[in-house]
T-cell receptor, first 113, second 114 residues
Framework: GGIITQTPKFLIGQEGQKLTLKCQQN?????MYWYRQDSGKGLRLIYY???????QKGDLSEGYDASREKKSSFSLTVTSAQKNEMAVFLC????????????FGEGSRLIVV | GDSVTQTEGPVTVSESESLIINCTYS????????LFWYVRYPGEGLQLLLK?????QKGSSRGFEATYNKETTSFHLQKASVQESDSAVYYC???????????FGKGTSLTVIP
């Protein structure tokens, strides 16, 4: 088995600040994803990456940057934190041979003060 | 567009009662939809409960079942007799064979009363 580790679990920052979330996976999966979950809503895709150094925008990419420097890690940067984007950010990975099943981290909660 | 709609929660049932959580999907740009149920138990991360990648097939796990019905574009989650340990948030999701987006429902919070 493997695990996806997201850090930090809680990220507190000030409005306008640049904030970064990190994700590590040891599944050796090719594809990694960042989703945002707002209260009472489904998950929405921010960025995904199908291999090292690849980046693909999702429906919610505006205001975010991502980086995939290694196969095992995928980071997400909020370029200018806003109070209306306090949410839980979920990292996931998948491998095509598993029917594209997503494996998730436990989530990171963003708090903007 | 592509989307998923599921039963709005919260849902409360008594232990040993039957359960159905409805899920319907729209897959206008996905040629071969894969359907999933994910679950988040209290204090844990989101995890796969079951998946079906072929229309007409049924998936099952932990006593839950869901059948991929292409005619009605549905993938309802059912369990004959729920347990308190089934209390969780359940998400229906739609994906495809490629590296594209997955579409998630808003989640259904289930509480099972002992």
């Amino acid at each position: 088995g493997g695990i996806i580790t997201q850090t930090p679990k809680f990220l507190i920052g000030q409005e306008g600040q640049k904030l970064t979330l990190k994700c590590q996976q040891n599944f050796n999966h090719d594809t990694m994803y960042w989703y945002r979950q707002d209260s009472g809503k489904g998950l929405r895709l921010i960025y995904y990456s199908i291999t090292e150094n690849d980046l693909q925008k999702g429906d919610l990419s505006e205001g975010y940057d991502a980086s995939r420097e290694k196969k095992s890690s995928f980071s997400l940067t909020v370029t200018s934190a806003q109070k209306n984007e306090m949410a839980v950010f979920l990292c996931a990975s998948s491998i095509r041979s598993s029917g594209n099943t997503l494996y998730f981290g436990e989530g990171s909660r963003l708090i903007v003060v | 567009g592509d989307s998923v709609t599921q039963t709005e929660g919260p849902v409360t049932v008594s232990e040993s009662e039957s359960l159905i959580i409805n899920c319907t999907y729209s897959a206008t740009s996905i040629a071969y939809p894969n359907l999933f149920w994910y679950v988040r138990y209290p204090g844990e991360g989101l995890q796969l409960l079951l998946k079906v990648i072929t229309a007409g097939q049924k998936g099952s796990s932990r006593g839950f079942e869901a059948t991929y019905n292409k005619e009605t574009t549905s993938f309802h989650l059912q369990k004959a007799s729920v347990q308190e340990s089934d209390s969780a948030v359940y998400y229906c999701a739609l994906g495809d064979q490629g590296y594209q987006n997955f579409y998630f429902g808003k989640g259904t919070s289930l509480t099972v009363i002992p």
